[in-house]
């Protein structure tokens, strides 16, 4: 009787701590500023708000310096290179794969890119180390994989129209990413396309929307890539709450293929916490 009641307590406790089933989830990514720059800087009223109003991470660390290794930790659960001049195809999993697999739908909206299906260098103000989706050989080597290369200027045209993927991934131009521009510049982008997402009626169903930083000062180097900030936003995600667990850009990862269904054995992230906390 008591290996009986185990079980079942045990298996509740493991329902309730899953991350809630979502069929829009949306990553976007920030650049090159810590924590303690972010949380409570009067530059960022609307991250900080939304902080404040959904929950936050206190203890999330990037895993290397420079930028492209958090890149490809976010999508394939591995830090596959630190040179920013990387250039190459790469064959190794990622989540486009699982997500594929999983019948899930993606697109990648990168401000800035120059046309759909873009997966050339650095032009303008976008930098291809942010895409990390152009360098996998399952889009690069795919007409059709790689029509979900779009510009952001497709967001809102999708958002309108209720026809967001299952996953987007937002990136911003480098000046309004806070690579080159400022806080203020990156905060007032955010609420400019950020706050039409979470009034959405979709999204607003079961959306979660995550907002980390790739890395911190490259001065800041615990536990690789320094501590930074990391945001969790949705109608399911708890309220006014803040996390002191430990979390990298792999558990990201995994909290995005748990929330929607997708097989979470990719690297990295097959044994990372993922956010079910929230």
């Given at each position: 009787?008591?290996?009986k009641?185990?079980?079942?307590?045990l298996?509740?406790?493991?329902?309730?701590?899953?991350?809630?089933?979502?069929?829009?989830?949306?990553l976007?990514?920030?650049?090159n500023?810590?924590?303690?720059?972010?949380?409570?800087?009067?530059?960022?009223?609307?991250?900080?708000?939304?902080?404040?109003?959904y929950s936050?991470?206190?203890?999330y660390?990037?895993?290397?310096?420079?930028?492209?290794?958090?890149?490809?930790?976010?999508?394939?659960?591995?830090?596959?290179?630190?040179?920013?001049?990387?250039?190459?195809?790469i064959?190794?999993?990622?989540?486009?794969?699982?997500?594929?697999?999983?019948?899930?739908?993606?697109?990648?909206?990168?401000?800035?890119?120059?046309?759909?299906?873009?997966t050339?260098?650095?032009?303008?103000?976008?930098?291809k180390?942010?895409?990390?989706?152009?360098y996998?050989?399952?889009?690069?080597?795919?007409?059709?994989?790689?029509?979900?290369?779009?510009?952001?200027?497709?967001?809102?045209?999708?958002?309108?129209?209720n026809?967001?993927?299952?996953?987007?991934?937002?990136?911003?131009?480098?000046?309004?990413?806070?690579?080159?521009?400022?806080?203020?510049?990156?905060?007032?982008?955010?609420?400019?396309?950020?706050a039409?997402?979470?009034?959405?009626t979709?999204?607003?169903?079961?959306?979660i929307?995550?907002?980390?930083?790739?890395?911190?000062l490259?001065?800041?180097?615990?536990?690789?890539?320094?501590?930074?900030?990391?945001?969790?936003?949705?109608?399911?995600v708890k309220?006014?709450?803040?996390?002191g667990?430990?979390?990298?850009h792999?558990?990201?990862l995994?909290?995005?293929l748990?929330?929607?269904?997708?097989?979470?054995?990719?690297?990295?992230?097959?044994n990372?916490?993922?956010?079910?906390?929230?």
């Amino acid at each position: 009787m008591l290996s009986k009641f185990l079980c079942t307590l045990l298996l509740a406790t493991t329902a309730y701590a899953a991350v809630p089933p979502s069929t829009h989830v949306v990553l976007l990514v920030e650049e090159n500023h810590s924590y303690a720059e972010v949380i409570g800087n009067p530059q960022m009223p609307y991250l900080n708000s939304l902080a404040k109003s959904y929950s936050y991470l206190t203890d999330y660390f990037a895993d290397t310096h420079p930028s492209i290794g958090n890149y490809f930790e976010l999508t394939t659960g591995a830090i596959i290179t630190n040179n920013d001049s990387f250039t190459s195809t790469i064959t190794n999993d990622n989540i486009v794969r699982h997500l594929l697999t999983a019948g899930k739908t993606w697109k990648s909206y990168a401000e800035s890119l120059p046309s759909v299906g873009y997966t050339g260098g650095n032009t303008g103000d976008y930098l291809k180390r942010h895409n990390p989706w152009a360098y996998f050989s399952d889009v690069a080597n795919s007409s059709v994989e790689k029509q979900r290369l779009v510009p952001f200027t497709q967001f809102s045209k999708d958002l309108a129209a209720n026809a967001l993927p299952n996953f987007s991934f937002i990136t911003p131009n480098i000046l309004h990413d806070a690579h080159n521009g400022t806080l203020a510049a990156a905060d007032a982008w955010l609420k400019s396309n950020i706050a039409p997402l979470l009034a959405n009626t979709q999204f607003k169903t079961n959306g979660i929307l995550i907002i980390v930083f790739d890395e911190s000062l490259t001065s800041d180097t615990a536990h690789g890539g320094g501590h930074v900030a990391a945001i969790v936003i949705g109608p399911k995600v708890k309220r006014a709450y803040r996390s002191g667990t430990f979390f990298q850009h792999q558990s990201t990862l995994k909290t995005i293929l748990d929330a929607l269904g997708a097989n979470h054995t990719l690297g990295n992230a097959t044994n990372a916490p993922d956010f079910n906390v929230f």
